[in-house]
């Protein structure tokens, strides 16, 4: 039923394949050395995630998350990631940042502090939305949540 979707029509965007540096070189691989996260790393994380309004398309495709909108600094251990709801009244913004969310604190070391942010001016709740997404409390309330967390879990896949 298409008339719950608020964004029936989204535009797709063909998916890019960013490149490691060397990694296809063998004789480039050191199991011995830790190397520092960067954001191309972490955008392979997140390029994947399933958008909840649409399943069949990753966030990636609906350029939801851009390799551009990344920060990482591995010395401080900090990442923040802005991603862009597709149209600006989106109801799925705090779910969709929960799923970024989610999918990093289960995937990246715990040293990391991870923010999470809507890209400025893309959605009408953007304050609400980001102060949701980065307060510890908020976010431990809505994984209790059943059928959120089914959600989620279904976008990380």
């Known amino acids: ?16 394949t960013p490149l490691r540096r060397g990694e296809d070189d063998p004789s480039s691989w050191n199991d011995e050395e830790s190397e520092p996260f960067d954001a191309l790393e972490v955008y392979e994380l997140l390029r994947s995630l399933k958008d ?22 591995d010395d401080t251990n900090y990442i923040r990631v802005f991603f862009t709801p597709t149209v600006p009244h989106c109801t799925m913004a705090t779910v969709i940042g929960l799923c970024i969310r989610i999918k990093l604190l289960r995937s990246l ?27 510890k409390e ?17 976008a990380i896949g």
């Open 109 to 135: 070391p715990n040293r990391f502090k991870v923010d999470v942010f809507i890209t400025p001016g893309s959605h009408s709740l953007e304050k609400d939305v980001n102060k949701q997404l980065n307060d």
């Open 52 to 73: 909840p309004e649409h399943p069949q398309l990753t966030l990636e495709q609906l350029k939801v998350v851009d390799y551009s909108l990344l920060d990482v600094k």
């Open 138 to 154: 908020r976010v431990a309330a809505a994984l209790e949540n059943k059928n959120l967390l089914d959600m989620i879990n279904g």
């Open 1 to 16: 039923n298409n008339m719950d979707v608020l964004n029936p029509n989204p535009v797709v965007y063909d998916i890019q």
